[in-house]
Nanobody, 124 residues
Framework: QVQLVESGGGLVQAGGSLRLSCAASGSIGSINAMGWYRQAPGKQRELVAYVTSDGTSNYTDSVKGRFTISRDNAKNTVYLQMNSLKPEDTAVFYC??????????????????WGRGTQVTVSS
C-alpha cells in the first residue's frame, strides 16, 4: 500500500502563489514518478504536471511558466509551486503516485495511489 498526504492548499487572490506538498510513504519502491492532477467543478480530472525519479518533468500547457513541480527523494515528497495563479486554476488538487515509461505518465490506479485532495481557490 501507498499513502499520500497532501498539504498546502488554500484561498489566494489572483496573481498570488501557493505551494502544495505531497508526502509519500508505504510501498513506494515500484513508483518512479509522481503527478499532480486537478479537478474543477463540473470538469474532468486533468494531469497538471508530473516528475520522474530522475527529475524529468512535464506540464500541461495552461500552467507552463507558472507552475513548477519538484521532488525531494530523501523525504519522498513532491512539491507543486504555483505562481501567478488565476481564477481558472481553482480546483481540488490531487497527488498521484504512478509510472513513467517511454515518455508517458501512467497514473497509479486505485485509492491507494491518490491523495485525498486539497482545495485551491483563486479569487479575482
Amino acid at each position: 500500500q501507498v499513502q499520500l498526504v497532501e498539504s498546502g492548499g488554500g484561498l489566494v487572490q489572483a496573481g498570488g502563489s501557493l505551494r502544495l506538498s505531497c508526502a509519500a510513504s508505504g510501498s513506494i519502491g515500484s513508483i518512479n514518478a509522481m503527478g499532480w492532477y486537478r479537478q474543477a467543478p463540473g470538469k474532468q480530472r486533468e494531469l497538471v504536471a508530473y516528475v520522474t525519479s530522475d527529475g524529468t518533468s512535464n506540464y500541461t500547457d495552461s500552467v507552463k511558466g507558472r507552475f513548477t513541480i519538484s521532488r525531494d527523494n530523501a523525504k519522498n515528497t513532491v512539491y507543486l509551486q504555483m505562481n501567478s495563479l488565476k481564477p481558472e486554476d481553482t480546483a481540488v488538487f490531487y497527488c498521484n503516485a504512478g509510472l513513467y515509461y517511454s515518455g508517458t505518465y501512467y497514473p497509479g490506479i486505485g485509492d491507494d495511489y491518490w491523495g485525498r485532495g486539497t482545495q485551491v481557490t483563486v479569487s479575482s
